[in-house]
C-alpha cells in the first residue's frame, strides 16, 4: 500500500510539473508574441516619422529653390539679405537631415525615447524653417 501511495504522490508530481511547465510555455509565447507586436509598431511609427521628415526635408529644398530662382531679378542688396537667409535655411535643411539619420539608426529597444524627442525636433525645425522663408520673401517686397 506504502508503495502505491509514493506512485500515486510521484504522478501527481509530475502532472503538477508538467502543468506548471506548460503554463510557463504559454506565458513565454504570449510575452514573446507580444514583444513582437510591440516591435512591429515600433517599426511603422518609425516609419510614418521618417516619412514626415523626408516630406519636411523635400517642402525645404523647394522653398530653397524658389528663392534662389527668384534672386536673378534681385538687387545686389536684396540677393546678399536674401543669400544669408538661405544659408540658414540649408543650415536647418542639413539639421533636419541629421536628425532623419539619427532617427533611422535608433532600434527598437530606445525608440520611444527618440521618437518624442524626434517628434519635438521636426515641429522646431519647421517652425524655423517658415520663419526663415517669411524673412526671405519680405526682403523680396
Known amino acids: 500500500m506504502n508503495h502505491r501511495n509514493n506512485y500515486i504522490h510521484f504522478l501527481a508530481l509530475a502532472f503538477l510539473i508538467i502543468l506548471a511547465s506548460c503554463s510557463t510555455n504559454t506565458k513565454k509565447t504570449e510575452a514573446a508574441e507580444s514583444m513582437e507586436e510591440v516591435k512591429e509598431e515600433a517599426l511603422e511609427a518609425k ?4 516619412t514626415a521628415y523626408t516630406d519636411a ?4 529644398d523647394k522653398k530653397i529653390a524658389g528663392l534662389e530662382e527668384k534672386l536673378e531679378g534681385a538687387t545686389d542688396e536684396v540677393k546678399e539679405d536674401v543669400t544669408a537667409t538661405l544659408d540658414k535655411l540649408k543650415t536647418q535643411r542639413q539639421k533636419m537631415a ?3 539619420e ?3 539608426e535608433a532600434s527598437s529597444e530606445n525608440w520611444e525615447e527618440v521618437k518624442d ?3 519635438d525636433v521636426l515641429i522646431t525645425y519647421q517652425a524655423k524653417i ?12
Open 130 to 141: 517658415d520663419s526663415l522663408t517669411i524673412e526671405a520673401e519680405e526682403l523680396f517686397n
Open 117 to 119: 524627442e524626434s517628434k
Open 98 to 100: 541629421d536628425e532623419l
Open 57 to 60: 526635408i523635400e517642402a525645404v
Open 47 to 50: 516609419s510614418e516619422l521618417k
Open 102 to 104: 539619427e532617427m533611422t
